[in-house]
């Protein structure tokens, strides 16, 4: 009787961490969704050939980010996600706020500011994206745009890449 019942705590316990690892994987894939889906509209903004301009452009972007789900989403990750993760994703967010009001005030694919701000943004979303995978218990190949920004290159400039 009682190897029946530690089994069946081990079974319950591997059922409720595969479940746990399940809600996490949903929700990282929901918010790396919505990160990129931030960045695509702000680019679909900006290349519009009726590109708004002042307030009108500020009101878009800022639109594209909270549309995007991004913050409803960071909620999602407080409850599932660690801390690293966590910061990770703060991280991320704000290269896409910096991002969103680079492109307020230079509303240029071109311009000198969005290529820093992209790279910046690129860099922490796979910091980001390694830790999830490794979160998750992901083997395999790296993520291949991790090794262009490994997190121990934190401290250099977006231009040093």
Same mark, same amino acid.
């Given at each position: 009787? &009682?190897?029946?019942?530690?089994?069946?705590?081990?079974? $319950?316990?591997?059922?409720?961490? #595969?479940?746990?690892?399940?809600? !996490?994987?949903?929700?990282? +894939?929901?918010?790396?969704?919505?990160?990129? !889906?931030?960045?695509?509209?702000?680019?679909?903004?900006?290349?519009?050939?009726?590109?708004?301009?002042?307030?009108?452009?500020?009101?878009?972007?800022?639109?594209?980010? @909270? &549309?995007?789900?991004? $913050?409803?989403?960071?909620? +999602?990750?407080?409850?599932?996600?660690?801390?690293?993760?966590?910061?990770?994703?703060?991280?991320?967010?704000?290269?896409?706020?910096?991002? #969103? =009001?680079?492109?307020?005030?230079?509303?240029?694919? #071109?311009? %000198? +500011?969005?290529?820093?701000?992209?790279?910046?943004? $690129?860099?922490?979303?796979?910091?980001?994206?390694?830790?999830?995978? #490794? =979160?998750? &218990?992901? @083997?395999?190949? %790296?993520?291949?745009?991790?090794?262009?920004?490994?997190?121990?290159?934190? +401290?250099?400039?977006? !231009? @040093? @890449?």
């Amino acid at each position: 009787m &009682g190897a029946a019942l530690t089994a069946e705590r081990l079974r $319950w316990r591997r059922d409720k961490e #595969r479940e746990a690892a399940q809600t !996490r994987r949903a929700v990282y +894939s929901e918010f790396l969704m919505a990160l990129s !889906r931030g960045h695509t509209d702000m680019r679909s903004i900006v290349l519009r050939p009726d590109r708004p301009s002042g307030e009108a452009l500020f009101g878009e972007l800022h639109q594209a980010l @909270d &549309g995007a789900g991004i $913050w409803r989403l960071r909620q +999602s990750l407080s409850l599932t996600a660690s801390a690293e993760i966590i910061q990770l994703a703060e991280a991320a967010c704000d290269a896409l706020a910096v991002m #969103r =009001d680079g492109l307020i005030e230079e509303p240029h694919l #071109r311009g %000198a +500011s969005y290529p820093i701000c992209r790279a910046e943004l $690129w860099r922490e979303n796979a910091h980001l994206r390694e830790a999830m995978r #490794r =979160d998750l &218990g992901m @083997d395999g190949p %790296a993520d291949p745009e991790v090794g262009q920004y490994r997190l121990s290159d934190r +401290s250099r400039s977006p !231009r @040093d @890449d």
